[in-house]
C-alpha cells in the first residue's frame, strides 16, 4: 500500500531552483501518481553563515518504497546532484532531501527519525509545507502544521522566491 510522504528540499548554490527542479524529477521515480510541490521560499542560512540564501520547498508524495529505501533513493539523488557530507554541523550546500514525515509514522533509527525531529523549529519547512497541506496533523504532536507555524520560534524571514 502506498504511504504518504512530506519531504523538505533545499539549496544555497547559485543554480539551486534547477537543482530542485532536477531533484523533484528523479523523485518522480519512486513516486506513485503526481507529486505536490509548495512554491519556492527564500531563506537566510539557518545556524551558519554562507554567501547565498537558500532556496526550500517541501514536497508530498505517495510511494510504495519502506522508509530506509526512500532514505536510500534520497541520498543516491543528493550525491548526482553533488551533495557532499562533511561531518557534523550546517555547511552550504547544492541539495538537502529531508523526510519530515512518512505516513502517521513515528520512527526513531539509527540512520532515520521521523517525524524530523527539527522541523518544528524551522521556518523554512513549515512554511513551504503549511502552503500545501496545513491541515496535516502530526502524528507526534497532534497539532497542525499551521498551528506548529504559528508555535514555531524561528524569527527567521522566510518569503516566497
Known amino acids: 500500500m502506498a504511504q504518504t510522504v512530506f519531504l523538505s528540499l533545499g539549496g544555497n548554490h547559485q543554480?539551486?531552483?534547477?537543482?530542485?527542479?532536477?531533484?523533484?524529477?528523479?523523485?518522480?521515480?519512486?513516486?506513485?501518481g503526481t507529486i505536490h510541490s509548495s512554491s519556492f521560499y527564500n531563506s537566510?542560512?539557518?545556524?551558519?553563515?554562507?554567501?547565498?540564501?537558500?532556496?526550500?520547498?517541501?514536497l508530498q508524495l505517495k510511494t510504495q518504497l519502506q522508509p530506509l529505501e526512500?532514505?536510500?533513493?534520497i541520498h543516491k539523488i543528493e550525491l548526482d546532484l553533488g551533495r557532499v557530507r562533511i561531518g557534523e554541523g550546517y555547511t552550504s550546500r547544492p541539495i538537502d532531501i529531508d523526510i519530515l514525515y512518512f505516513g502517521?509514522?513515528?520512527?526513531?533509527?539509527?540512520?532515520?527519525?521521523?517525524?524530523?525531529?527539527?522541523?518544528?523549529?524551522?521556518?523554512?519547512?513549515?512554511?513551504p509545507f503549511n502552503e500545501i497541506w496545513s491541515f496535516w496533523i502530526d502524528p507526534q504532536t497532534k497539532k497542525s502544521i499551521?498551528?506548529?507555524?504559528?508555535?514555531?520560534?524561528?524569527?527567521s524571514p522566510v518569503t516566497k522566491y
Open 15 to 32: 543554480n539551486s531552483i534547477d537543482l530542485l527542479k532536477i531533484a523533484i524529477r528523479q523523485l518522480e521515480k519512486i513516486a506513485v
Open 44 to 58: 537566510p542560512p539557518w545556524g551558519f553563515e554562507a554567501n547565498h540564501d537558500f532556496v526550500n520547498c517541501v
Open 104 to 127: 502517521d509514522q513515528i520512527i526513531k533509527h539509527s540512520k532515520l527519525e521521523i517525524p524530523h525531529p527539527r522541523m518544528y523549529s524551522r521556518n523554512f519547512v513549515l512554511e
Open 70 to 73: 526512500v532514505l536510500t533513493e
Open 146 to 155: 499551521s498551528n506548529l507555524l504559528k508555535e514555531c520560534e524561528d524569527s
